[in-house]
């Protein structure tokens, strides 16, 4: 069988490909600790951890955001809250992020 090329738009893709991820299970006080240095140095939890170990990270700045997991239960509670349909996932998901903001509104600064 023959090798194909990959397309070059794909060619940076496949250091990323061959990369291993890998996690420890370390102390909670020193997973809170790389966490808060990651957040106190705008970096990502495996970036700062990269910096400890004084490996290369992306010069590319990375867009700051947060998950949260919703299922079909969540959307049909939500939708409830905002007098919505749970079908109606898109605005669900901007009045959620209408009321985070309005909650870091509320909390004093750390």
């Not at 069988?1 to 794909?10: H, Y």
């Not at 990651?38 to 990502?44: C, E, R, T, Y």
Request: aromatic share 6%; glycine share 2%; hydrophobic share 35%.
């Amino acid at each position: 069988m023959s090798q194909r090329k990959l397309p070059d738009k794909w060619q940076s893709s496949v250091r990323a490909a061959r990369a291993v991820q890998v996690a420890f299970d370390m102390d909670e006080k020193l997973q809170y600790r790389i966490r808060r240095e990651a957040l106190d140095n705008g970096l990502s939890p495996s970036d700062q951890i990269r910096h400890i170990l004084n490996l290369p990270t992306s010069a590319r700045p990375k867009r700051p955001r947060l998950t949260v997991s919703l299922s079909p239960d969540d959307y049909a509670r939500l939708a409830v809250r905002y007098g919505l349909e749970p079908e109606q996932q898109l605005e669900i998901k901007h009045r959620v992020m209408d009321e985070l903001l309005e909650y870091s509104k509320s909390k004093p600064r750390l």
